[in-house]
């Protein structure tokens, strides 16, 4: 299996900055075999949609809204998934989570959260003016 614990989050200020981290363990979760690992959000009473995505090879994707406000990323040993945004708005308001696709599998070309197996518990980012 696959585990995953946010922690990060906080409420920050209009135009700030946030970075999330999310540790990332399990039997299953090999560094060296093909994976998709990415963040996720859920606004009050939005579905829970994309942000960000990385592969075992750190290639990269963002959602429309993030892009060049954010930046997804991992530390040397691929246990440590962080996500970077800078110029936060009141948009950005809502519980992030972290995600696993199946170990073993490159990200597929829909970014659809059902083809995430593996979910944080979620931490939960506050944006006022």
């Known amino acids: 299996q696959v585990q995953l614990m946010e922690s990060g989050g906080g409420s920050v200020e209009s135009g700030g900055s946030l970075r999330l981290s999310c540790e990332i363990s399990?039997?299953?979760?090999?560094?060296?075999?093909?994976?998709?690992v990415g963040w996720f959000r859920q606004r009050a009473g939005k579905e829970r949609e994309a942000v960000a995505r990385?592969?075992?090879?750190?290639?990269?994707r963002y959602t429309d809204s993030v892009k060049g406000r954010a930046t997804i990323s991992q530390d040397d040993t691929k246990t440590s998934l962080y996500l970077e945004m800078n110029n936060l708005k009141e948009d950005d308001t809502a519980m992030y989570f972290c995600?696993?696709?199946?170990?073993?599998?490159?990200?597929?070309?829909?970014?659809?959260?059902?083809?995430?197996?593996?979910w944080g518990q979620g931490t939960q980012v506050t944006v006022s003016t």
């Open positions: 995600a696993s696709g199946e170990p073993g599998l490159w990200c597929r070309d829909s970014f659809s959260a059902v083809y995430f197996s593996y």
């Open positions: 399990g039997s299953r979760y090999k560094a060296y075999n093909p994976y998709c």
């Open positions: 990385i592969d075992r090879d750190g290639y990269t």
